[in-house]
Protein backbone atom coordinates (compact mmCIF):
# COMPACT_ATOMS: atom_id res chain seq x y z
CA UNK A 1 0.00 0.00 0.00
CA UNK A 2 1.50 3.70 -0.78
CA UNK A 3 2.03 6.19 1.88
CA UNK A 4 2.69 10.10 2.31
CA UNK A 5 4.88 11.14 4.76
CA UNK A 6 4.98 14.97 5.57
CA UNK A 7 7.79 14.64 8.81
CA UNK A 8 7.59 18.54 9.31
CA UNK A 9 4.42 19.17 11.76
CA UNK A 10 4.74 23.49 11.63
CA UNK A 11 7.39 25.03 10.11
CA UNK A 12 8.17 28.84 11.07
CA UNK A 13 9.93 31.48 8.77
CA UNK A 14 9.74 34.94 8.38
CA UNK A 15 8.29 37.09 5.60
CA UNK A 16 10.91 37.08 2.44
CA UNK A 17 12.68 34.21 3.39
CA UNK A 18 12.71 30.71 0.94
CA UNK A 19 10.80 27.88 1.98
CA UNK A 20 11.03 24.27 1.66
CA UNK A 21 7.92 21.48 2.87
CA UNK A 22 9.07 18.17 2.55
CA UNK A 23 7.00 15.50 1.28
CA UNK A 24 7.92 11.40 1.32
CA UNK A 25 6.05 8.75 -0.43
CA UNK A 26 6.32 4.79 -0.21
CA UNK A 27 5.14 3.17 -3.52
CA UNK A 28 6.31 0.90 -5.94
CA UNK A 29 6.02 2.53 -9.09
CA UNK A 30 6.19 6.10 -10.00
CA UNK A 31 3.08 8.25 -8.35
CA UNK A 32 0.68 11.09 -9.80
CA UNK A 33 1.98 13.58 -6.79
CA UNK A 34 0.09 17.08 -5.79
CA UNK A 35 0.70 19.60 -3.13
CA UNK A 36 -2.80 20.97 -1.98
CA UNK A 37 -3.30 24.13 0.46
CA UNK A 38 -5.89 25.13 3.15
CA UNK A 39 -6.38 28.48 4.08
CA UNK A 40 -7.86 29.19 7.26
CA UNK A 41 -11.59 28.39 7.06
CA UNK A 42 -11.17 27.15 3.63
CA UNK A 43 -11.29 24.08 1.38
CA UNK A 44 -8.03 22.89 0.35
CA UNK A 45 -6.98 24.29 -3.25
CA UNK A 46 -4.38 22.76 -5.68
CA UNK A 47 -1.59 24.16 -5.84
CA UNK A 48 0.83 22.04 -8.56
CA UNK A 49 0.92 18.13 -9.44
CA UNK A 50 3.71 15.85 -10.92
CA UNK A 51 2.06 13.34 -13.76
CA UNK A 52 5.16 12.54 -15.72
CA UNK A 53 7.72 14.46 -17.98
CA UNK A 54 10.13 17.06 -16.34
CA UNK A 55 10.61 16.31 -13.06
CA UNK A 56 10.54 20.46 -11.80
CA UNK A 57 6.99 21.56 -12.08
CA UNK A 58 5.80 25.39 -11.61
CA UNK A 59 2.66 25.91 -9.32
CA UNK A 60 0.23 28.67 -8.60
CA UNK A 61 1.47 31.59 -6.35
CA UNK A 62 4.78 31.35 -6.96
CA UNK A 63 5.19 27.75 -5.84
CA UNK A 64 7.35 24.58 -7.22
CA UNK A 65 8.47 21.48 -6.36
CA UNK A 66 10.81 18.72 -7.45
CA UNK A 67 9.91 15.17 -7.78
CA UNK A 68 13.17 13.27 -6.80
CA UNK A 69 12.37 9.42 -8.13
CA UNK A 70 15.61 8.43 -6.65
CA UNK A 71 14.62 9.61 -2.94
CA UNK A 72 10.91 9.09 -2.99
CA UNK A 73 10.34 12.66 -2.53
CA UNK A 74 8.30 15.56 -3.49
CA UNK A 75 9.38 18.60 -2.02
CA UNK A 76 7.72 22.39 -1.91
CA UNK A 77 9.83 25.21 -2.70
CA UNK A 78 8.89 29.14 -2.81
CA UNK A 79 12.11 31.38 -3.17
CA UNK A 80 10.14 34.28 -1.00
CA UNK A 81 7.24 33.75 1.36
CA UNK A 82 4.65 36.28 2.11
CA UNK A 83 2.46 36.68 5.26
CA UNK A 84 -0.58 35.15 2.95
CA UNK A 85 1.23 31.86 2.74
CA UNK A 86 0.32 31.30 6.15
CA UNK A 87 -1.67 28.08 5.21
CA UNK A 88 -1.72 24.41 5.95
CA UNK A 89 -0.27 22.52 3.23
CA UNK A 90 -1.11 18.95 2.25
CA UNK A 91 0.92 16.22 -0.25
CA UNK A 92 -1.52 13.88 -1.70
CA UNK A 93 -0.47 10.47 -4.03
CA UNK A 94 -2.52 8.73 -5.90
CA UNK A 95 -0.91 5.53 -7.44
CA UNK A 96 -0.80 4.86 -11.26
CA UNK A 97 -2.16 1.43 -11.23
CA UNK A 98 -5.27 0.37 -9.30
CA UNK A 99 -8.84 2.36 -8.55
CA UNK A 100 -6.69 6.23 -8.33
CA UNK A 101 -7.75 6.63 -5.07
CA UNK A 102 -5.62 10.10 -3.16
CA UNK A 103 -3.88 9.36 -0.18
CA UNK A 104 -2.85 12.72 1.64
CA UNK A 105 0.28 12.97 4.14
CA UNK A 106 -1.12 14.39 7.67
CA UNK A 107 -0.07 17.84 6.67
CA UNK A 108 2.55 20.71 7.38
CA UNK A 109 1.26 24.41 9.51
CA UNK A 110 2.98 26.90 8.08
CA UNK A 111 3.25 30.14 10.38
CA UNK A 112 4.81 33.45 8.39
CA UNK A 113 6.67 35.77 11.11
CA UNK A 114 6.85 39.29 9.69
CA UNK B 1 -21.62 30.10 -6.90
CA UNK B 2 -18.85 26.99 -5.72
CA UNK B 3 -18.16 24.23 -7.41
CA UNK B 4 -18.87 21.95 -4.61
CA UNK B 5 -21.19 22.88 -2.06
CA UNK B 6 -21.94 21.35 1.27
CA UNK B 7 -24.16 22.23 3.70
CA UNK B 8 -24.56 22.44 6.72
CA UNK B 9 -21.30 24.70 7.29
CA UNK B 10 -21.56 24.10 11.07
CA UNK B 11 -23.96 22.14 13.00
CA UNK B 12 -23.48 21.59 17.06
CA UNK B 13 -25.85 18.14 17.64
CA UNK B 14 -26.54 15.80 20.82
CA UNK B 15 -24.60 12.45 21.53
CA UNK B 16 -26.85 9.82 19.59
CA UNK B 17 -28.52 12.43 17.03
CA UNK B 18 -28.64 11.39 13.46
CA UNK B 19 -26.76 13.72 11.31
CA UNK B 20 -26.77 14.61 7.70
CA UNK B 21 -24.30 16.59 5.89
CA UNK B 22 -25.03 17.14 2.50
CA UNK B 23 -22.84 17.70 -0.78
CA UNK B 24 -23.70 18.78 -4.45
CA UNK B 25 -21.45 19.58 -7.69
CA UNK B 26 -21.39 21.37 -10.60
CA UNK B 27 -18.28 20.27 -11.96
CA UNK B 28 -19.84 17.11 -13.52
CA UNK B 29 -17.13 15.01 -12.02
CA UNK B 30 -18.31 11.10 -11.57
CA UNK B 31 -15.90 11.24 -8.49
CA UNK B 32 -16.84 12.57 -5.28
CA UNK B 33 -15.61 11.73 -1.56
CA UNK B 34 -16.38 12.57 1.89
CA UNK B 35 -12.77 13.18 3.65
CA UNK B 36 -12.34 13.94 7.73
CA UNK B 37 -9.87 16.45 9.03
CA UNK B 38 -8.50 15.56 12.47
CA UNK B 39 -5.71 17.78 13.49
CA UNK B 40 -2.76 16.06 13.41
CA UNK B 41 -4.15 13.10 11.65
CA UNK B 42 -4.39 15.14 7.64
CA UNK B 43 -7.44 14.06 5.61
CA UNK B 44 -8.85 10.40 6.06
CA UNK B 45 -11.42 9.07 3.63
CA UNK B 46 -14.43 7.90 4.99
CA UNK B 47 -16.39 6.93 1.08
CA UNK B 48 -15.97 7.49 -2.18
CA UNK B 49 -18.24 7.01 -4.86
CA UNK B 50 -17.20 6.48 -8.46
CA UNK B 51 -21.03 6.92 -9.81
CA UNK B 52 -24.55 6.56 -8.63
CA UNK B 53 -24.45 2.91 -8.39
CA UNK B 54 -20.45 2.20 -6.76
CA UNK B 55 -19.93 3.37 -3.86
CA UNK B 56 -16.80 1.96 -1.45
CA UNK B 57 -15.95 2.49 2.08
CA UNK B 58 -12.64 4.22 2.83
CA UNK B 59 -10.48 3.66 5.95
CA UNK B 60 -12.21 4.79 8.42
CA UNK B 61 -16.39 4.06 7.19
CA UNK B 62 -16.96 2.53 10.60
CA UNK B 63 -20.16 4.86 12.41
CA UNK B 64 -21.18 6.41 8.93
CA UNK B 65 -22.83 5.83 5.81
CA UNK B 66 -23.46 7.65 2.47
CA UNK B 67 -25.90 8.37 -0.25
CA UNK B 68 -24.79 8.87 -3.96
CA UNK B 69 -28.57 10.60 -4.74
CA UNK B 70 -27.31 11.91 -8.47
CA UNK B 71 -24.16 12.36 -10.07
CA UNK B 72 -24.41 15.53 -8.62
CA UNK B 73 -25.38 15.27 -5.02
CA UNK B 74 -23.23 12.54 -2.09
CA UNK B 75 -24.42 12.65 1.63
CA UNK B 76 -22.64 11.73 4.58
CA UNK B 77 -24.73 9.92 7.71
CA UNK B 78 -23.87 9.56 11.02
CA UNK B 79 -26.69 7.59 12.53
CA UNK B 80 -26.01 7.81 15.92
CA UNK B 81 -23.30 10.89 16.18
CA UNK B 82 -20.61 9.88 19.12
CA UNK B 83 -18.17 12.74 20.35
CA UNK B 84 -14.86 11.54 18.48
CA UNK B 85 -16.87 12.29 15.71
CA UNK B 86 -16.33 15.85 16.25
CA UNK B 87 -14.10 17.29 13.23
CA UNK B 88 -14.11 19.01 9.71
CA UNK B 89 -15.65 17.19 7.26
CA UNK B 90 -14.95 17.48 3.57
CA UNK B 91 -16.76 16.21 0.26
CA UNK B 92 -14.48 16.54 -2.92
CA UNK B 93 -14.96 15.19 -6.29
CA UNK B 94 -12.65 14.65 -9.50
CA UNK B 95 -12.53 13.17 -12.84
CA UNK B 96 -9.92 10.72 -14.32
CA UNK B 97 -11.91 10.23 -17.71
CA UNK B 98 -12.28 12.73 -20.39
CA UNK B 99 -9.40 14.49 -19.84
CA UNK B 100 -9.69 14.81 -16.58
CA UNK B 101 -6.17 14.91 -14.36
CA UNK B 102 -7.50 13.55 -10.48
CA UNK B 103 -7.09 16.86 -9.40
CA UNK B 104 -9.13 17.27 -6.20
CA UNK B 105 -12.14 20.22 -6.27
CA UNK B 106 -13.04 20.29 -2.44
CA UNK B 107 -15.88 22.05 -0.98
CA UNK B 108 -15.37 24.43 2.15
CA UNK B 109 -15.84 21.74 4.86
CA UNK B 110 -19.02 21.10 7.28
CA UNK B 111 -17.36 21.32 10.96
CA UNK B 112 -19.45 19.01 13.42
CA UNK B 113 -19.03 19.22 16.96
CA UNK B 114 -20.82 16.64 18.74
CA UNK B 115 -21.34 16.98 22.58
Known amino acids: AQSVTQPDIHITVSEGASLELRCNYS??????LFWYVQSPGQGLQLLLK??????LVQGIKGFEAEFKRSQSSFNLRKPSVHWSDAAEYFC????????????FGRGTSLIVHP | DADVTQTPRNRITKTGKRIMLECSQT?????MYWYRQDPGLGLRLIYY???????NKGEISDGYSVSRQAQAKFSLSLESAIPNQTALYFC??????????????FGEGSRLTVL
Open chain 2, 92 to 105: ATSEWTSGGTGELF
Open chain 1, 27 to 32: YGATPY
Open chain 1, 50 to 55: YFSGDT
Open chain 1, 92 to 103: ALIASGGSYIPT
Open chain 2, 27 to 31: KGHDR
Open chain 2, 49 to 55: SFDVKDI
